[in-house]
């Protein structure tokens, strides 16, 4: 039986890789001690430690920047519980409306995407990246500041940055939608420049898998990172304008393209921004792997999610967490904590208000 070679061959191959890019994210991860707080390490499980027994590679030593602190006691004194505020406020959210989780999620994404973990994304002024086309449809604004609103009276003012706080948010969505939890590192400042142009060229599902891993790459983020996170698209949804371009290609599933063409079936397709689909077609509302499963089905929603089992770079990776549950918790953990680590500023101002730069 041929195929039962070639399996076993890809099993060999995927495994290999899979230690690699996990011993990679590990010792990359060693080498900025200060971005990494320490009870973190508790956070992750001892098994993605072990297969550290070959060639690291070269280290290179932190700039000063990146030794500029980040912690999870950074408003321990100054705000002892804002971590208390954030979660109850987010939890109530989520509760009154369940897709306030992924919509927060995301809104953290576009943050971080673009001039790093900054708020610049809240920024509500004429031409900032919130008034951007490509984020037409990011939401959650209004709890944010309303989070905001609560830490500016409980704690003194002008204290928890706008960015901090969307950072924490989008992890207690995360746990609320039944993913793992994570110890967030608090301390960057906000932005005060915010360009509607650099919004625009955050992936919008129609990219190769290149372009995916150098928009990743550039922020500090390697494969595993972007498979990881994309498997955020295990809840939430998608336009049916971002997916114009899927319905017209042959690598999906038949009868999950009739039920999109049925879900999205609408003259105005290519300007209509009120129809949604589930970005997860069997598990819409959980937080777990089915979104890797769907992906092996030809059931991933975007272009750019079915893509990533279609190249040899992330295919292997996909295969292995579609079927380990415990691998994508564990390494998404790891991967938020990166991406909340994004070209963070540690100096500069907190804002008053999160829609404002300071006067
Ligand atoms: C790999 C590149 C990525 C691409 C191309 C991409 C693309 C998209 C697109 C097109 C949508 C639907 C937008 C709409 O039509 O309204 C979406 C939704 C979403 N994305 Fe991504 N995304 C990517 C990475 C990420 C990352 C890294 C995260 C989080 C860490 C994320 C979290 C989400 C979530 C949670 C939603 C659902 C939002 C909602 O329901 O309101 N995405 N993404
Ligand atoms: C992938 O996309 C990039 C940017 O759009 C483009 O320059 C490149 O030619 C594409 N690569 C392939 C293999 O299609
Ligand atoms: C919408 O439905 C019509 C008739 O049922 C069909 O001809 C058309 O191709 C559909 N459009 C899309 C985008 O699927």
Redesign the pocket.
């Known amino acids: 039986m041929k195929w039962r070679w070639c399996f076993s061959i890809v099993l060999v191959l995927l495994v290999h890789h899979m230690e690699m890019e996990l011993a990679m994210a590990l010792s990359a991860k060693d080498v900025t001690p200060p971005l990494v707080p320490t009870t973190m390490k508790k956070t992750i499980s001892p098994k993605w430690r072990v297969p550290v027994a070959r060639p690291r590679p070269k280290i290179i030593p932190p700039t000063p920047t990146e030794l500029a602190y980040l912690s999870p006691t950074h408003y321990l004194k100054s705000c002892p519980n804002l971590e208390a505020i954030i979660q109850q406020k987010v939890n109530a959210w989520v509760k009154r409306d369940y ?1 306030m989780a ?2 927060i ?2 809104l ?2 576009h943050d971080c995407a673009v001039r790093g973990c900054d708020a610049s994304i809240l920024l509500n002024h004429a031409g900032s990246e919130r008034r951007a086309l490509a984020s037409k ?1 990011l ?1 959650g604004f209004e709890l944010i500041d309303e989070i905001k609103a609560e830490v500016e009276t409980s704690c003194p003012p002008k204290t928890v940055s706008c960015a901090d706080i969307l950072t924490a948010a989008a992890r207690d969505a995360t746990v609320m939608a039944g993913g793992p939890f994570w110890e967030v590192p608090f301390g960057r400042k906000d932005g005060r420049v915010s360009l509607a142009n650099e919004a625009n060229s955050v ?3 129609h ?1 190769n898998v290149t372009a ?1 891993i150098e928009f990743f790459q550039a922020r500090g983020l390697n494969i595993l990172d ?1 498979v990881i ?2 498997g ?2 295990t ?5 049916c ?2 997916i114009r371009q899927r319905l017209s290609t042959d690598n999906i599933n038949l009868k999950y393209l009739n039920s999109l063409r049925r879900q999205c079936n609408n003259s105005n397709i290519n300007i209509n921004l009120n129809r949604f689909v589930d ?1 997860d077609a069997t598990t819409p509302k959980t937080f777990d792997e089915i979104y890797y499963t769907n992906l092996e089905k030809k059931m991933g929603l ?1 272009q ?1 999610d079915q893509l990533l089992y279609s190249d040899a770079r992330t295919s292997p990776l996909v295969a292995a967490l579609a079927s380990q549950p415990s691998l994508f918790f564990n390494q998404f953990a790891v991967s ?1 904590i990166k ?1 909340g680590n994004v070209q963070v500023r540690t100096a500069g101002e907190v804002r008053l208000n999160c829609d404002y730069v300071n006067p």
Do not use: C, K, N, V
Request: glycine share 6%.
């Open positions: 897709t992924a919509s999620i995301r953290h994404f449809t939401r992936p919008q599902g990219e995916l972007l996170l994309s955020s698209h809840i939430g949804r998608s336009t304008y971002s970005l975007l750019t938020m991406l």
